[in-house]
Each structure stands twice: as structure tokens, then as C-alpha cells.
């Protein structure tokens, strides 16, 4: 079993910056750097929307366009770690931050959420007006 943890969220200003961090930890995922990671959000009444991805090796990137030029998702296989960092926060980034790992290892980046097999419990990120 894997298990995923987000932090980092908060209540922001519009223009602000905020990092989110997901942890990875579980017997079956000691191979952390051979998956794909992802960053989605879910705002109150809308379905659950791709923000960005990362690949295995951490050198390949794909954002939403929503998001592009303002996030940047990164990792740090030694920690198991996958970072967000938002910068430029707009109201409309209003939402409920999940992190994801890929099905299958050394895939592809992946943009639907069926493609992604376990989920953190996600993290709240509120930016004011």
C-alpha cells in the first residue's frame, strides 16, 4: 500500500506564493523515483482538474495552461518528495490540492486521473481577493 501526504496549504493573498509538498511512503513504493507524479486540484463543485506533472527522472515537465508560467512541480527522489510551488496565486486557484502517483513506472505524463493509482487525502489552498 502507498501512502501519500500533502501539506503546505493555507490561506493566501491574491499575487502570493505558496510550496506544497507531498511525501511518499509505503512498503510498495521504495521505488518512489521509477513513478510519474502529478499535482490536481478540485474546487467546490467541479470535477477534479490536472494542474502538472513530472516524470520519473524529474527532467520532464507538463502543465495545465491554466497554471503554466505561474507553478512549477518538482521532486526530490531521495525524500520521496514532489514539490508545487505557486506563484502569482489568483482566486480562481481556490481549491482542494491532491497529489498522485502513475499506474505504472517510467511512464508517460499523464493529464486524466484515471491514470493515476493512489492519492494523498489533499491539501486546502484558498487565495483571497
Known amino acids: 500500500q502507498v501512502q501519500l501526504v500533502e501539506s503546505g496549504g493555507g490561506l493566501v493573498q491574491a499575487g502570493g506564493s505558496l510550496r506544497l509538498s507531498c511525501v511518499a511512503s509505503?512498503?510498495?513504493?521504495?521505488?518512489?523515483?521509477?513513478?510519474?507524479m502529478g499535482w490536481f486540484r478540485q474546487a467546490p463543485g467541479k470535477e477534479r482538474e490536472f494542474v502538472a506533472a513530472?516524470?520519473?527522472?524529474?527532467?520532464?515537465?507538463y502543465y495545465a495552461d491554466s497554471v503554466k508560467g505561474r507553478f512549477t512541480i518538482s521532486r526530490d527522489n531521495a525524500k520521496n518528495t514532489v514539490y508545487l510551488q505557486m506563484n502569482s496565486l489568483r482566486p480562481e486557484d481556490t481549491a482542494v490540492y491532491y497529489c498522485?502517483?502513475?499506474?505504472?513506472?517510467?511512464?508517460?505524463?499523464?493529464?486524466?486521473?484515471?491514470?493515476?493509482?493512489?492519492w494523498g487525502p489533499g491539501t486546502q489552498v484558498t487565495v483571497s481577493s
Open positions: 513530472i516524470n520519473s527522472g524529474g527532467f520532464s515537465t
Open positions: 498522485a502517483t502513475d499506474r505504472a513506472p517510467f511512464g508517460l505524463l499523464h493529464t486524466r486521473t484515471v491514470d493515476y493509482a493512489y
Open positions: 509505503g512498503r510498495t513504493f521504495s521505488t518512489f523515483s521509477s513513478y510519474a
